[in-house]
């Protein structure tokens, strides 16, 4: 995987819009604030809605989609508040559109793109409540077009691989590029993470047929143009249960229970495969 300094693309949300402003990688114009009643200002300036994200690392809870500067203005308070936004906040355009999550296992310039994916961040149906670490994804991701998947290469994965590598760092590892896909169609990078990516990594190694210990191998040691890695031709969907409170603080200890009934489901309508999986609980 990458060494710290490249992945303060991902821990460093400051670090990353300066990235890509300096490389022409398309993203939405925003402003860097160190200073709360700064932030305070320039929100009170804007009337459209605008994304306030801290700039550090979150466990995808650091990004607030305000609709209103009163809205906006609450979050950059409350982030201001959290160790996270230490390094200071980011004031961003709102880009309407659809998410969609792109990843690739990268060697210099040399990748392997994994087969598109789509999380759920919103806590509750229909894109309401607060933003999560992810509460399901599916893949394939149902807007992605073949022409589109080349637009994200070409405009987003492609001159961040060569930019590291003109720097002499030269990235290894999983790229995980979260891309926002505006009314016209046209890709912006929303944020990198230096690694597969959750809840997509459920669906996609879900699909994967390969063993993915080739593909790392192969990604370690130069040698993914050897690789050719087999998947499902069938789509995959992973849905979160969550603990109440969450994404705040929520009691621990609590039961889980019904899966019996979940798994009966699950073969009724899903016969040809199915998986439940629990993490951050006990058997007892």
């Given at each position: 995987?990458?060494?710290?300094?490249?992945?303060?693309?991902?821990?460093?949300?400051?670090?990353?819009k300066?990235?890509?402003?300096a490389?022409a990688i398309p993203?939405?114009?925003?402003?860097?604030?160190?200073?709360?009643?700064?932030?305070?200002?320039d929100?009170?300036?804007?009337?459209?809605?605008?994304?306030?994200k801290?700039?550090?690392l979150?466990a995808?809870?650091?990004?607030?989609?305000?609709g209103?500067?009163?809205?906006?203005?609450?979050?950059?308070?409350?982030?201001f508040?959290?160790?996270?936004?230490?390094?200071?906040?980011l004031?961003?355009?709102?880009?309407?559109g659809?998410?969609?999550?792109?990843?690739?296992?990268?060697?210099?310039?040399n990748?392997?793109?994994?087969?598109?994916?789509?999380?759920?961040?919103?806590?509750?149906?229909?894109?309401?409540?607060?933003?999560?670490?992810?509460?399901?994804?599916?893949?394939?991701s149902?807007?992605?077009?073949?022409?589109?998947?080349?637009?994200?290469?070409?405009?987003?994965?492609?001159p961040?691989?060569?930019?590291?590598?003109?720097?002499?760092?030269?990235?290894?590892?999983?790229?995980?590029?979260?891309?926002?896909?505006?009314?016209?169609?046209?890709?912006?990078?929303?944020?990198?993470n230096?690694?597969?990516?959750?809840?997509?990594?459920?669906?996609?190694?879900f699909?994967?047929?390969?063993?993915?210990?080739?593909?790392?191998?192969?990604?370690?040691?130069?040698?993914?143009?050897?690789?050719?890695?087999?998947?499902?031709?069938d789509?995959?969907?992973?849905?979160?249960?969550?603990a109440p409170?969450?994404?705040?603080?929520?009691?621990?200890?609590?039961?889980?229970?019904?899966?019996?009934?979940?798994?009966e489901?699950?073969?009724?309508?899903?016969?040809r495969?199915?998986?439940t999986?629990t993490?951050?609980?006990?058997?007892?």
């Open positions: 995987g990458p060494p710290h300094a490249l992945a303060l693309l991902e821990g460093s949300k400051i670090h990353c300066r990235f890509c402003e490389h993203t939405a114009p925003a402003r860097i604030h160190t200073d709360l009643q700064q932030a305070l200002k929100i009170a300036n804007r009337k459209e809605p605008m994304v306030i801290a700039s550090g979150c995808g809870k650091g990004v607030v989609v305000a209103t500067p009163g809205e906006a203005e609450t979050a950059a308070r409350s982030l508040s959290l160790p996270a936004a230490r390094e200071g906040i004031v961003e355009a709102c880009i309407q659809w998410e969609t999550s792109y990843i690739v296992l990268a060697h210099g310039t990748y392997l793109a994994w087969p598109s994916a789509q999380d759920h961040k919103r806590l509750l149906s229909g894109n309401r409540g607060p933003n999560t670490g992810g509460m399901g994804a599916l893949s394939p149902p807007g992605m077009t073949p022409a589109l998947e080349t637009r994200i290469r070409q405009s987003i994965i492609e961040t691989l060569e930019a590291l590598v003109r720097s002499q760092t030269p990235y290894r590892g999983f790229l995980y590029a979260g891309i926002m896909v505006d009314t016209h169609g046209a890709p912006h990078l929303l944020e990198f230096c690694r597969l990516g959750d809840p997509e990594a459920q669906v996609l190694l699909r994967l047929e390969s063993d993915p210990y080739e593909m790392l191998d192969a990604a370690a040691r130069g040698a993914l143009d050897a690789c050719t890695p087999r998947w499902q031709r789509p995959a969907l992973a849905v979160v249960l969550a409170g969450y994404p705040g603080s929520s009691p621990s200890g609590a039961a889980i229970s019904g899966l019996d009934e979940s798994e489901s699950y073969v009724k309508y899903f016969p495969s199915h998986a999986g993490c951050g609980s006990a058997r007892r």
